[in-house]
């Protein structure tokens, strides 16, 4: 948000300063005009690959009256739109596309045991040319890789939303000053705020004040809901659902083109794609890390003097004058008594706030199994060709049924474990040092071997019959069931990024 060039209209007009009276039209948090509070779907606002997020102003007409707004987004102009765009899209839509691919995955998987769909790849009859530990589809997973993808970017959210762009007339001179007087009423209206996080946010003067005004304006005793998306965590999600992806359905398709013999050529293709991948968002982590850190050390000796506004950096040339740190200083003023109080809550409660969140919203257990998703697929279409394939006094049914409770097991249980040994040790190993390929390394090995470490229990698991005939159903759930526990209770109680901090004071104060 970037309140500069405001014209002066209406009540701005009468006072000696302009910049006090927009200060206190703003703090009085009601709409100038009774048209001007809008709010926008939050499809409209992703359209076009994010056109609105990249700073189109020509999309007003998307925007609607609306005495109440869902979500206020507030983010920083200087971070990355593609970014936002994919953290967005993950957010909303996330969920909606893994179980509509899921559901799909299953179909497919159904038709292929059937016989319905044919064999796409590998010779027509697996049970005379591949030995039984090959057998796979691939049906499921490409029904549901592009199930994922088409919702995640095409499901239209409908929620309400206010973003600046879209909900306050850009191209309008006198819509856009009613819009900004009315900033204030905006964030009153909405029922909630999604902070897309990236290390400019708390560097900024106008993501500062939503924040502030978003908090100051909730009614006695109301909790703020405050939803945090750090925007470097969106595109390392959906690395990776396609590295889970490559590895699990497209690797082991390769192996049945491939003789016994042949076989190491799987684990060289295995060793870049993992790494690649897996590298990559341990980097990421590590710097995402680090930039909270630093964060939250800038917010703890906060001032109002350093943040940095638009107006000021171009030398009021666009605002003819007006300053936005002027108009946020009287408003803060009214809110707060003075700066200096102001200043003290940021370093207090605002940052308490922030550390919290931080640590309890990014990697939350229903978000990273989200990005794990592929697993299923591939473990889907096992079982169709296992069911399809089986032949002679093992049952088809309880050959499939061991390999989707085998695949329940790795992807609700030992994945994300894997996955939170891997963001645990990038954050305990986040210092940037002389020797950083190593340090991006280690998390990664750690995660690795704790997954060879798996497979090693699942093979021990497969020799031990313990019901004569049973197709290792039994021996799959006992898989499951100490991987889902295990998971549940690393989540619940270790967490995958910085170590939760309670608030030290409540979350209405400002
Ligand atoms: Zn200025």
Redesign the pocket.
């Known amino acids: 948000m970037q309140a ?1 060039q405001i014209p002066a209209t209406g009540d701005v007009r009468r006072a000696a300063h302009p910049s006090d009276n927009i200060a206190e039209v703003v703090t009085r948090m009601k709409p100038v005009s009774a048209t001007v509070l809008r709010a926008t779907r939050a499809c409209d606002a992703l359209d076009n690959f994010g056109c609105a997020l990249r700073g189109c102003t020509t999309m007003h007409h998307l925007s609607y009256q609306a005495e109440t707004i869902s979500m206020f987004w507030s983010h920083s102009w200087h971070g990355e739109a593609w970014r936002k765009w994919i953290t967005l899209l993950l957010f909303y839509n996330g969920q909606t596309a893994a179980a509509i691919a899921c559901f799909g995955s299953a179909v497919a998987s159904l038709l292929f045991a059937l016989e319905v769909l044919p064999v796409l790849i590998g010779p027509d009859n697996y049970s005379e040319n591949v030995p039984k530990s090959m057998w796979q589809s691939f049906w499921a997973a490409l029904v549901g890789m592009i199930l994922y993808l088409s919702v995640l970017v095409f499901w239209r959210p409908s929620g309400s939303i206010f973003l600046d762009v879209i909900c306050i007339d850009q191209t309008n001179k006198s819509g856009k000053s009613d819009g900004l007087l009315s900033i204030g009423a905006f964030l009153k209206s909405s029922q909630s705020m999604l902070v897309l996080w990236d290390a400019t946010y708390s560097d900024r003067l106008w993501t500062m004040f939503e924040i502030a005004g978003f908090l100051k304006s909730r009614r006695e005793g109301e909790r703020p809901r405050i939803v945090l998306r750090p925007t470097m965590l969106g595109p390392c999600y959906l690395l990776q659902t396609l590295t889970v992806f490559l590895v699990y359905s497209v690797l082991d398709n390769i192996s049945v083109h491939l003789s016994a013999d042949q076989q190491w050529v799987l684990w060289v293709l295995y060793v870049p794609v993992c790494f690649c991948g897996l590298y990559i968002n341990t980097a990421t982590f590590r710097i995402y890390f680090r930039s909270v850190n630093d964060s939250m050390d800038r917010l703890a000796r906060w001032s109002l003097a350093d943040v940095n ?1 638009f ?2 950096d171009d030398g ?1 040339k666009q ?1 003819r004058g ?5 108009i946020v200083l009287k408003c803060m003023r009214t809110w707060f008594g003075s700066v200096e109080e102001f200043e003290k809550r940021v370093r207090t409660e605002l940052l308490d706030i922030f550390v919290h969140e931080q640590s309890r919203q990014p990697f939350t257990y229903r978000q990273v199994v989200t990005a794990l998703v592929p697993v299923i697929w591939s473990y889907l279409d096992r079982a169709s060709a296992w069911s399809r394939f089986t032949t002679g006094s093992d049952d088809p049914r309880i050959q499939a049924s061991r390999e989707i409770i085998r695949g329940l097991a790795w992807w609700l249980g030992v994945a994300p474990v894997a996955f939170l040994i891997q963001c645990r040790l990038a954050c305990l190993l986040q210092r940037k040092t002389n020797c950083e390929p190593l340090l991006n390394l280690l998390p990664l090995l750690a995660s690795v071997f704790f997954i060879l470490a798996a497979l090693l229990l699942e093979q021990l698991l497969f020799q031990h019959r313990f019901i004569r005939g049973d197709g290792h159903v039994v021996n799959m759930a006992l898989l499951a069931a100490a991987g889902l526990p295990l998971a549940w209770l690393l989540y619940r109680y270790v967490g995958a990024g910085p170590m939760v901090r309670a608030p030290t004071r409540s979350w209405n104060v400002l």
Do not use: K, P
């Open positions: 500069t506004c107006c000021c009021h605002s007006l300053c936005d740190r002027e």
